[in-house]
C-alpha cells in the first residue's frame, strides 16, 4: 500500500511594502497552503495572488486566520471572548473564501494560526468555538490541528460541531514533553538543519513518532507536515523533506486529507 501524507506550507504573509517569506519557489514542493488572511499578515492583493498561484499548481488551498495582531504577527495571546473569536474567523474565512470563488477554486480547509492555534491545542472550548465557526461558514471544510497526546480528544470535539479534524505535525520545530511546540522564545525552538529536518519528517510520516527536547518519544497521528514559510532557508527545508519523503516511496499529496 502506497503511503500518502501532506505537506503544507503557512503562505501569503507579505503585506503593502513589506515581503515576507519565498512563496512562488515553495510551491512546487508542497501540496496544501494556508494563506493568510489580512490579520496577522497579508492583505487583499496578496490573498488574491496566493491563491491564483495554488490554484495554477493544483495546490490544496487552506485558510490560515489568527488574531488581529499585525505587529506580533498573531503569535502573542489575545485575551478575546469566543464573540470575537468567532466573527474574526468568520470575516477572514469568508474573505478567502470569496477570493477561491472568484479564482474559480474552492476553499479546502481551515488552519488557525500562531497563538490562536496554539490555544486551541489545549482547550476543548476554543476549539468547540472554532470548528463551529467553521462548520457554520462552509460545512465541507477540514480543521487542521496539533498532533499530539491531546489530538484526539479535539478531534471529537470539532466531530461534535460537526467538522472533521485532520493532525498535523512541525518537522521544523522542536516538541516539549507534554507534545506542545516549544515557545519560540527559547534557544532551539525552531530547526533550520536541512537534513535535520527531513529525518524527523520521515520519521514523523513513517513511525508516528517525534523526539521531545529532552530525548522522550512521543507517539503522533500524523496526516500533514508543516514547514513555516517565514522560516529563513524554508524553501531548503521543503525540498530536503519532499526529497527524503518520495526516496522512501511516500506519495506527497493533498489527498492525504480526504
Known amino acids: 500500500m502506497v503511503k500518502i501524507i501532506d505537506l503544507n506550507c503557512d503562505m501569503g504573509e507579505s503585506f503593502g511594502a513589506y515581503r515576507l517569506g519565498m512563496d512562488e519557489e515553495m510551491l512546487p514542493f508542497i501540496s496544501s497552503a494556508n494563506v493568510a488572511c489580512g490579520f496577522h ?35 502573542r495571546k489575545m485575551d478575546c471572548s469566543y464573540e470575537e473569536i468567532r466573527d474574526y474567523l468568520t470575516y477572514q474565512i469568508g474573505a478567502l473564501q470569496a477570493f477561491c470563488q472568484a479564482e474559480g477554486t ?104 517525534v523526539v521531545t527536547t529532552c530525548g522522550k518519544v512521543i507517539s503522533l497521528k500524523v496526516h500533514s507536515l508543516c514547514v513555516h514559510g517565514d522560516t529563513p532557508n524554508s524553501v531548503a527545508l521543503a525540498a530536503a523533506i519532499r526529497q527524503r519523503l518520495e526516496d522512501k516511496i511516500i506519495t506527497v499529496r493533498a489527498e492525504a486529507l480526504s
Open 41 to 75: 499578515a497579508g492583505d487583499p492583493l496578496v490573498m488574491r495572488r496566493t491563491v491564483r498561484l495554488a490554484r495554477e499548481h493544483g495546490i490544496a488551498i487552506g485558510a490560515h486566520p489568527g488574531f488581529p495582531d499585525l505587529l506580533g504577527f498573531g503569535r
Open 106 to 209: 474552492s476553499l479546502h480547509h481551515v488552519k488557525p494560526h500562531g497563538a490562536l492555534y496554539n490555544m486551541a491545542a489545549t482547550d476543548p472550548d476554543l476549539t468547540h468555538v472554532i470548528a463551529e465557526t467553521i462548520h457554520r461558514t462552509n460545512p465541507h471544510l477540514l480543521l487542521v490541528i496539533l498532533a499530539g497526546p491531546r489530538a484526539e480528544e479535539m478531534s471529537k470535539v470539532a466531530q461534535n460541531a460537526g467538522v472533521r479534524a485532520i493532525f498535523e505535525a512541525f518537522p521544523d520545530r522542536a516538541y516539549t514533553e507534554n507534545g506542545e511546540l516549544l515557545s519560540r522564545k527559547l534557544p532551539g525552538a525552531v530547526i533550520h538543519n536541512p537534513g535535520e529536518v527531513a529525518a524527523r519528517a520521515l520519521r514523523m510520516a513513517e513511525e508516528g513518532q
